[in-house]
């Protein structure tokens, strides 16, 4: 089990340019998480999808962000006109349903940002 | 407005010695609190959790204390070693989103040898 694979790992964009991030999520996960962390802090929640749903938003930016998890392929989180601020890493989990318990949620190496 | 804070922002403990970590919270609605520990280009890993109906819970050299009554919940690491160097963050989250996580701050603990 490869874990979750986020893509790619670094990535460089000029202000105004469009930035996708991918996560691929564990091999029988069908619930996606993204999370972003800017310099010295904790991570701060975005956008919990399942297959072709968005389930909660509330995190998210509401103008440029934009994230889907399609039926078939990777959760693509895509920030439009990126400006300096969006400068972080950006963090995907994934967990089988109804994981209470917490020990399958599992996050990806993450996609560390920076915008120029 | 920042849901659990999480104290210090970085730790130096000696081989050996014991690295504490705290965390505080506000909403009574969260009922379980995770600790991940982070590595430099990683992404966070669940160490330890816990739930508000015990005080503490023990997994070898970890311990996570809870109080309920003042909300507050802190990582005991016993015989701290060097390979435990790296970045704490306390979590919680609430049942009826339980998959939402609220992250501290993190805590860079420094282990010398």
């Known amino acids: 089990n490869a874990g979750v694979m986020q893509n790619p790992r670094h990535l460089v964009r000029r202000r105004g340019q469009e930035a996708r991030l991918r996560c691929s999520p564990m091999?029988?996960?069908?619930?996606v998480y993204w999370y972003r962390q800017l310099p010295e802090e904790g991570l701060k929640f975005m956008v919990y999808?399942?297959?072709?749903?968005?389930?909660?938003e509330s995190g998210m930016p509401k103008e440029r962000f934009s994230a889907e998890f399609p039926k078939e392929g990777p959760s693509i989180l895509r920030i439009q006109q990126v400006v300096r601020g969006d400068s972080a890493a950006y963090f995907c989990?994934?967990?089988?349903?109804?994981?209470?318990?917490?020990?399958?949620?599992?996050f990806g190496s993450g996609t560390r940002l920076t915008v120029v | 407005q920042q849901q659990v804070k999480q104290s210090p922002q970085s730790l130096i403990v000696q081989k050996g010695g014991i690295s504490i970590i705290n965390c505080a919270y506000e909403?009574?609605?969260?009922?379980?609190f995770p600790w991940y520990q982070q590595f430099p280009g990683k992404g966070p890993a669940l160490l330890i959790a816990?739930?508000?109906?015990?005080s503490e819970k023990k997994e070898g050299r970890f311990t996570i204390s809870f109080n309920k009554s003042a909300k507050q919940f802190s990582l005991h690491i016993m015989d701290s070693q060097p390979g435990d160097s790296a970045t704490y963050f306390c979590?919680?989250?609430?049942?009826?989103?339980?998959?939402?996580?609220?992250f501290g701050s993190g805590t860079k603990l420094n282990v010398k040898p």
């Open positions: 989990a994934s967990s089988p349903p109804l994981d209470r318990g917490g020990y399958g949620y599992t």
């Open positions: 091999k029988g996960h069908s619930h």
């Open positions: 999808l399942q297959k072709e749903n968005i389930i909660d």
């Open positions: 909403n009574t609605a969260f009922d379980y």
């Open positions: 816990i739930r508000p109906d015990v």
């Open positions: 979590a919680a989250s609430r049942g009826s989103n339980f998959n939402k996580f609220y």
